[in-house]
């Protein structure tokens, strides 16, 4: 039986209806065992001595129309190590259910608000639960779900986290609806000395890419003007990451402004020379302007 320490957060965004997973442990890869989402359905974290086939399990009956209690339960009952696990379930509605077994290693426990539920097992202290409850309650509702529940993360570590360390972070969000496999938001910290902080620049990361995003389906559109504007944001947002500079450049330059788009890819080629091979290979359905920049920048005849 392995043991696994863990806090962890899921909660519902009652502004858009996002769905969300959050959570951090002194484990390897716990990205994969314990956050799990679908659109509209619920959320799910299970942990302690990890289940997770409770995750799909309990979505599903979600989905059959079982409320998170009634689920909960019937996979307990089902359970012969039911005491040495930490579920916690919300659904659609954000109706919630957490169950923390007499087996969890202490210090464990949870905390059931508004719309969202935070658990902890092998803590340092038993205020880190209440802890995370209080970070997410501090933050405002019409920041993203993600935002937020990256808060209630940290108000854990504030409390003493994990007592053997840190390791690894997930963090998920699903729109309120759509198809089963599609999310908001899914980052994941594998491996690392300090996983929020890098959860967090993933999640700035995200960000940037979901701009670019926007970007090339206004391009598609023929909105060269609006993409341009979604480029230059997702380019400020990463500044060292030289494919968002690459195509902020040609944006740039698609809307007139010739030199900052020209320095711009040059930028991007000094970080990564393969950009300059890349840049004659670009039809012109896919960049409208990338033959006259490869001719600008000496790259063609």
Request: proline residues 6%; glycine residues 12%; contains cysteine.
């Amino acid at each position: 039986m392995i043991r696994r320490g863990t806090y962890s957060i899921v909660a519902r965004d009652a502004h858009t209806g996002e769905l969300g997973a959050a959570v951090q442990s002194h484990w390897f890869a716990v990205g994969p065992i314990v956050p799990w989402v679908r659109p509209g359905v619920g959320a799910v974290c299970t942990q302690s001595v990890a289940e997770k086939a409770f995750g799909p399990r309990l979505l599903d009956r979600l989905e059959a129309g079982e409320g998170p209690r009634e689920a909960l339960d019937a996979l307990l009952r089902a359970d012969p190590a039911g005491r040495f696990r930490q579920v916690a379930v919300i659904d659609g509605r954000g109706s919630v259910a957490t169950h923390t077994g007499d087996g969890c290693i202490a210090f464990a426990g949870h905390s059931i608000g508004a719309g969202f539920s935070v658990q902890a097992n092998m803590m340092a202290s038993p205020e880190v639960w209440p802890a995370m409850r209080a970070a997410f309650e501090a933050t405002r509702p019409d920041e993203p779900l993600a935002r937020r529940l990256l808060a209630a993360l940290r108000g854990a570590e504030g409390a003493g986290g994990d007592v053997r360390g840190r390791q690894s972070a997930a963090l998920v969000v699903a729109p309120p609806s759509g198809e089963r496999w599609r999310t908001v938001t899914d980052v994941r910290v594998d491996d690392h000395p300090e996983p929020l902080d890098e959860l967090e620049r993933l999640l700035d990361l995200a960000d940037a890419y979901a701009l670019a995003t926007e970007g090339d389906d206004l391009t598609g559109e023929g909105r060269l003007s609006e993409a341009g504007v979604r480029y230059a944001a997702a380019a400020a947002l990463a500044p060292g990451n030289h494919e968002l500079l690459f195509w902020a450049g040609l944006a740039a330059y698609a809307a007139g402004d010739r030199d900052a788009g020209l320095a711009q890819v040059r930028g991007a080629i000094a970080a990564q020379p393969g950009w300059a091979e890349l840049l004659p290979r670009l039809t012109a359905e896919i960049s409208p302007v990338a033959g006259a920049v490869a001719r600008d920048l000496g790259l063609t005849a």
